[in-house]
């Protein structure tokens, strides 16, 4: 497969996807490639992706896109991690805290020190460890970048953020870099009459918009990659049960909490995220075990403050395309595929998605081989954060209803499995070259739904019982003592 080179780039669909896409590829590809963006205002975006992971603060810097300009005109807030609330069981919290926790040592994890210390009656928590923890729930933050007078790592963070103004402003940088946007609806795709190529966009008022190589940002529709490249869809919905979600805004809270709050309910989780001048609110429910009116009255009865709009109704299931390439046609955000917003994964799938093509981006011709390591790699991705997320449900110990009963019970991916008993067993925690989730990542949500390790590497034996006290002692003295020295977290955005 081949064609001429690559002269004009189309992206169909705007919202965070759409013009993330722009920007990002405007500021790689040399001036000659043009870059046009279609979308249409009657069109509207899903809209809830509120927040992030670390990776967005790389992004923005790439982009040019200094912090405070950020955080004015998102309305965005820091966040240290996410409070998972009752998913092992009911009245029992835990935080999936970014950054490390504890100290690692050549060929040895912290995580086994700790463990040897457990097992020899010295009880702490393992967070205890954490400066990403211990300031989120005091209400602190400084972006640190180590431990106050040690070389220990600081601060990791992420952002909420209102993602409608952070499209607006990643359009208007995108645009002044050279990016044309055209305001229209497609009325047909018009395909290359010698390839299963797209030729051209047909919008509704007669314009015709051609391009060599067209980027799908149309969400959950998949105009391009779906409907008309006729690319099927994987479910992962055996899996990951959830079907529905329920979005509404309410009122801010004060003081505002660096980090998102994860509520697991009878048949699925709500979402806090606090902005400056709200707080983002969503349910995310299975429609086997709750119906649409079950669901609403949940969300409405645990919402933080008073709600700011109607409630808005999303369907989706979870899963994937089975190719993000075909032809000439790349899938960036929704049109790719969907996992449930647990683990504030959507952005940041859309960042690795257009990195992921400019790594690839076709010279000379658009080559079968390049297509299909983009596709390998994309797979790779979105298997290895389904596989996280699927953790969350399946190591729960929850008996109060039938949904978490049945995602204790169910079959889960074999590469899933192997970790989890790897880990029950010998507290060993590989991780793969590349991985989204850190070790770090990975041991929070195993310790923190009740998932301990059976033994330790011997290698923590390398200590005496009183040395190990006096390590772990220290380093937790050393963490309180950063935190009591942090302003509060509305210092950052003030």
Request: a neutral charge; hydrophobic letters at 40%.
């Amino acid at each position: 497969m081949e064609t001429g080179s690559i002269n004009k780039v189309v992206i169909l669909g705007g919202g965070t996807a759409g013009w993330m896409a722009a920007a990002l590829l405007r500021r790689a590809l040399p001036e000659n490639i043009a870059i046009t963006l279609v979308e249409s205002d009657q069109i509207g975006t899903v809209g809830v992706g509120e927040a992030t992971i670390p990776p967005i603060r790389q992004l923005n810097q790439v982009l040019g896109i200094d912090e405070a300009e950020f955080l004015r005109e998102t309305k965005g807030t820091a966040k240290l991690g996410i409070m998972f609330d009752g998913w092992r069981v009911q009245g029992e919290s835990y935080m999936h805290a970014f950054g490390p926790v504890g100290k690692n040592f050549p060929f040895c994890e912290f995580h086994h020190y700790w463990a040897r210390a457990q097992a020899e009656g010295y009880v702490s928590d393992y967070w205890d460890y954490s400066l990403n923890y211990q300031a989120a729930i005091a209400g602190k933050f400084l972006p640190l970048n180590s431990v106050t007078k040690t070389n220990l790592p600081g601060v990791s963070y992420a952002y909420h953020f209102d993602a409608g103004l952070y499209a607006n402003l990643l359009r208007r940088h995108a645009e002044t870099k050279g990016v044309l946007r055209v305001e229209g609806k497609v009325g047909d795709v018009r395909k290359a009459a010698h390839n299963d190529f797209v030729a051209s966009l047909k919008l509704e008022d007669g314009r015709e918009i051609f391009g060599d190589l067209f980027v799908d940002c149309s969400g959950f529709s998949g105009l391009l990659i779906g409907k008309s490249l006729g690319v099927k869809y994987s479910s992962w919905n055996k899996w990951l049960p959830c079907d529905r979600a329920i979005a509404v805004p309410s009122g801010g809270v004060a003081p505002v909490p660096p980090y998102t709050r994860s509520i697991a309910h009878d048949a699925g989780w709500q979402w806090q995220i606090p902005l400056q001048h709200r707080t983002g609110n969503g349910l995310v429910y299975s429609s086997a075990y709750w119906d649409a009116d079950q669901a609403l009255s949940v969300l409405m009865k645990n919402l933080p403050g008073e709600p700011l709009s109607e409630p808005k109704n999303i369907s989706f299931q979870t899963g994937c395309r089975e190719k993000q390439w075909q032809g000439n046609v790349v899938s960036i955000g929704l049109s790719s595929g969907f996992l449930e917003p647990l683990e504030s994964t959507s952005i940041h799938l859309i960042q690795t998605g257009v990195t992921r093509l400019i790594n690839f981006f076709p010279h000379h011709k658009i080559c079968d081989q390049e297509i299909a390591e983009f596709n390998r790699l994309s797979r790779l991705e979105l298997e290895a954060v389904r596989d996280f997320i699927i953790l969350h449900y399946k190591v729960n110990e929850r008996t109060d209803s039938k949904f978490w009963r049945d995602c204790a019970n169910m079959d889960i991916p074999e590469s899933l499995r192997n970790k989890i008993e790897l880990f029950r067993v010998s507290g060993k925690m590989p991780n793969e070259p590349g991985s989204l989730f850190s070790e770090s990542a990975w041991l929070q949500v195993m310790i923190g739904q009740g998932v301990h390790p059976g033994d330790y590497h011997p290698s923590a034996d390398n200590m005496t019982s009183k040395q190990l006290r006096a390590f772990l002692q220290g380093m937790k003295s050393l963490i309180c003592s950063s935190v009591e020295s942090m302003p509060s977290h509305e210092r950052f955005f003030s």
